[in-house]
T-cell receptor, first 115, second 115 residues
Framework: SQQGEEDPQALSIQEGENATMNCSYKTSINNLQWYRQNSGRGLVHLILIRSNEREKHSGRLRVTLDTSKKSSSLLITASRAADTASYFCATDLPVGGTSYGKLTFGQGTILTVHP | NAGVTQTPKFQVLKTGQSMTLQCAQDMNHNSMYWYRQDPGMGLRLIYYSASEGTTDKGEVPNGYNVSRLNKREFSLRLESAAPSQTSVYFC??????????????FGDGTRLSIL
């Protein structure tokens, strides 16, 4: 079963607006990663947040992690038409389990940014 | 710097035919992975190779076999293709399974249709 569940499934906004996507997961994690997928292409790594971190920034991206609620959010500020893509969260499970280091992906959020 | 290269990009097979999907990475990564992506299902791990010489089953291994030919190459074989294996297949690599906080790098996928 999928570890991550993403919300919303689809998001449509105007250029310049902010986009927020959420990810919930079920078990303890080592880290949580966000990936982007343009249509017809492979996934591209955006940002990684460790379980002991609460917030991380990279350019126009801001990721938060709340381990008590088992949830994360990805905020894209001042969105551009070029941000149109699918966004996936992926969880990396803790040391000690057989799944250590293997990622489990959510179903993704389709973001459309209108010019 | 090509990153992760997958061949072929597209393939149509008839039920019962066999084929091998090829993947090569030029980043000197230890770990490699095969995923399938179906609509609404996110990415699911088929097989992975933590290091050269080792392979292990992922979430959905039935109907597939893999070979870690050397450190660069990791192939996925369908021995007797079935329509349920129609999907987009992605290969990925990372510095090392079991190493903490490693992002994965993806190829652009092979789009496989089985009639």
């Amino acid at each position: 079963s999928q570890q991550g569940e993403e919300d919303p499934q689809a998001l449509s906004i105007q250029e310049g607006e902010n986009a927020t996507m959420n990810c919930s997961y079920k078990t303890s994690i080592n880290n949580l990663q966000w990936y982007r997928q343009n249509s017809g292409r492979g996934l591209v790594h955006l940002i990684l947040i460790r379980s002991n971190e609460r917030e991380k920034h990279s350019g126009r991206l801001r990721v938060t992690l709340d381990t008590s609620k088992k949830s994360s959010s990805l905020l894209i500020t001042a969105s551009r038409a070029a941000d149109t893509a699918s966004y996936f969260c992926a969880t990396d499970l803790p040391v000690g389990g057989t799944s250590y280091g293997k990622l489990t992906f959510g179903q993704g959020t389709i973001l459309t940014v209108h010019p | 710097n090509a990153g992760v290269t997958q061949t072929p990009k597209f393939q149509v097979l008839k039920t019962g035919q066999s084929m091998t999907l090829q993947c090569a990475q030029d980043m000197n990564h230890n770990s490699m992975y095969w995923y399938r992506q179906d609509p609404g299902m996110g990415l699911r791990l088929i097989y992975y190779s933590a290091s050269e010489g080792t392979t292990d089953k992922g979430e959905v291994p039935n109907g597939y076999n893999v070979s870690r030919l050397n450190k660069r190459e990791f192939s996925l074989r369908l021995e007797s293709a079935a329509p349920s294996q129609t999907s987009v297949y992605f290969c990925a690599s990372s510095d090392g399974l079991g190493m903490r906080n490693q992002p994965q790098h993806f190829g652009d996928g092979t789009r496989l249709s089985i009639l």
